[in-house]
Every structure is written in structure tokens, then in C-alpha cells.
């Protein structure tokens, strides 16, 4: 089914999904967004000029890509990052999957698992569940301070907040219960993106999803997350 090749990474910001992205990506059969942003290769770190990313952020955009909006070589956000109807998103993530299929590749994103279930028709889903002090604290130094509206790059998630922290923590607190209220059997469950810097755990995960699993790519991802 070519919905299953879209691998849904879905996190608290700050929990370091795009890590997990880079490392997935290190497979085989897994497609790299080799826009030149975000370097060729998973391991090649952020280049951009986005305001406070982290090295390890990427883009959904593919070698070739241009401007800084949707193009043909851009799979778009969805959720509350998309102007579209559900409807609409589902059948241009449906043919992102048949346009890459048989290859796979990896979606992070922070929405509502609800929401998300009704735009991909894909079985293939990482939980990232982590520890609430954690997470609050690296979203403290990384997500904090990023833009929260791509029109006006002025306003950070820390202004969404208010800088409240007691705000933060609720928001990052009820996408854990979300996150823990909508396990099944096909989601793989990481606490921390740490733990699958272990190969053998990683193996794990790729055997999951049937990914074929690259020692020397990994190494090099793994490299540079350590």
C-alpha cells in the first residue's frame, strides 16, 4: 500500500523529531529531503537562514526545490500549518507516497494524533512520548525562540505563549496524554530520541517498518547528533 511509506514522526516540539527524521532517513529505502538547505545528506547539517532552527531541522523539500513556498518539489504542510481542507491535504499526501513509493520517507510533525489519522491513510506511525521536565526544557531552548507564523518571522512560540512557562508546560503536557491516549499496535514508542542512537534498538524500529537498515549512514547521522 503506498500510504504505509509515508512514516509519520509525531512529537512535542522540543522532543527532537527531526533528529529521529534524519536518522530514518539514513536507510536505504528511505528518501532524504536533499533540498540544499538542508544538505544532501541526512547527516549534513541545516544550512539555512531560518531564524534559531536547530542543525538538525530540515525542510519537506527535495533537490531542486526553489523560493520558499510550495512547489513541485515541496510536500506541504498540513494540519494547522495548511490553508487546505482535510480532504485536499489527504490527496496531495497521497500522491507524494505514490510519487516516492516504492521508497519511503518520513513526516515529522506536532498535531493532534485525530487530526493527523484523517489526513494520512498510513499505518506507519513513531510516537515520540517523553518526559515532560525534558521536553520543557530543550523546548525552553530551541522551539521557545522559533517563528511561529511564516508570514511574520517577528513572532516566536515563546510569544504564542505569552512566555508563560506554566502555558508551555500545558501544551506540552496534554500532546504527551495525546499522544499516550491513541497508542495501538502499529505505533512505535521512543522516549527519547537517545535511545535509538543504540544500533540495536534502531534495528528494532527499522525491522518495524520494514526498512533497510545502512551501517555506515547511520554512523554518520549518529555522529553528528552525539
Known amino acids: ?10 512529537a512535542p516540539m522540543g522532543a527532537k523529531a527531526h ?3 534524519r536518522l530514518i532517513s539514513s536507510c536505504k529505502n528511505v528518501k532524504w529531503y536533499d533540498y540544499h538547505g538542508n544538505g544532501s545528506n541526512p547527516w549534513d547539517l541545516y544550512n539555512e537562514k531560518d531564524a534559531n532552527f536547530t542543525k538538525f531541522h530540515f525542510n519537506r523539500r527535495f533537490n531542486g526545490a526553489i523560493g520558499k513556498g510550495i512547489c513541485e518539489k515541496t510536500i506541504l504542510p498540513v494540519g494547522s500549518k495548511s490553508k487546505l481542507d482535510l480532504h485536499t491535504q489527504k490527496i496531495e499526501i497521497n500522491k507524494w507516497c505514490k510519487k516516492l513509493s516504492p521508497n519511503k520517507f518520513v513526516y515529522p510533525l506536532h498535531e ?6 484523517k489526513i494520512f491513510d498510513s499505518q506507519s506511525e513513531i510516537f515520540i512520548i517523553p518526559d515532560l521536565e ?5 523546548f525552553m531552548k530551541t522551539s521557545y525562540h522559533y517563528f511561529a507564523d511564516a508570514n511574520n518571522k517577528n513572532i516566536t512560540m515563546g510569544d504564542m505563549f505569552n ?3 506554566e502555558k508551555i ?3 506540552l503536557r496534554n500532546k504527551i496524554e495525546d499522544l ?22 534502531f534495528e528494532l524500529l527499522c525491522k ?10 547511520f554512523s554518520a547521522v549518529k555522529n553528528v547528533i552525539n
Open 163 to 165: 512566555h508563560d512557562k
Open 134 to 138: 525534558d521536553v520543557f526544557q530543550r
Open 112 to 117: 493532534p494524533v485525530e487530526l493527523t489519522r
Open 180 to 201: 499516550s491516549d491513541n497508542l495501538n499496535q502499529n505505533v512505535f514508542v521512543v522516549k527519547d530520541v537517545a535511545e535509538v542512537l543504540d544500533q540495536s534498538r
Open 208 to 217: 518495524h517498518f520494514n526498512l533497510d537498515f545502512n551501517l555506515d549512514s
Open 169 to 171: 508546560k500545558a501544551y
Open 19 to 21: 533528529q529521529l527524521g
Open 1 to 10: 500500500m503506498d500510504a504505509n511509506n509515508c512514516i509519520i514522526i509525531n
